[in-house]
């Protein structure tokens, strides 16, 4: 349930760009995404991994941010595609 209060700390701002999302459990599993914004320890992606669930620890790879470790904050299916919001480890 959405209460419409953004809780976020800290500033967006968007990017486009494409990466691929990887990780190893259960099963290892490799799939492009779109960023979409992004913050000093997080971001955004559009994709199609409906197997990608809150507490995932994945690795991103791409032009704008180089390779980052990241854990699925939240994951919502958004008609046509999924989105999730990662919190960047490393």
């Keep these: ?3 419409g209060i953004d809780r976020r700390t ?5 990017i486009e760009g494409e ?8 099963q ?3 799939f492009p995404c779109r ?5 000093d320890h997080g971001f955004r992606a559009a994709h199609e991994c ?14 704008i941010t180089g390779t980052v470790m990241a854990r699925v904050i939240w994951t919502a299916i958004m ?8 919190y960047i480890l490393s």
Excluded: C, K
Excluded at 19 to 26: V, Y
């Design 50 to 63: 409906a197997d990608l669930i809150a507490g995932s620890q994945v690795q991103l790879e791409s032009e």
């Design 28 to 30: 290892f599993l490799s």
């Design 79 to 86: 008609g046509d595609h999924i989105e999730s919001g990662f």
């Design 1 to 3: 349930m959405s209460t």
């Design 10 to 14: 800290e500033q967006r701002r968007n």
């Design 35 to 39: 960023l979409l914004d992004a913050s």
């Design 19 to 26: 990466g691929i999302l990887s990780m190893t459990t259960p």
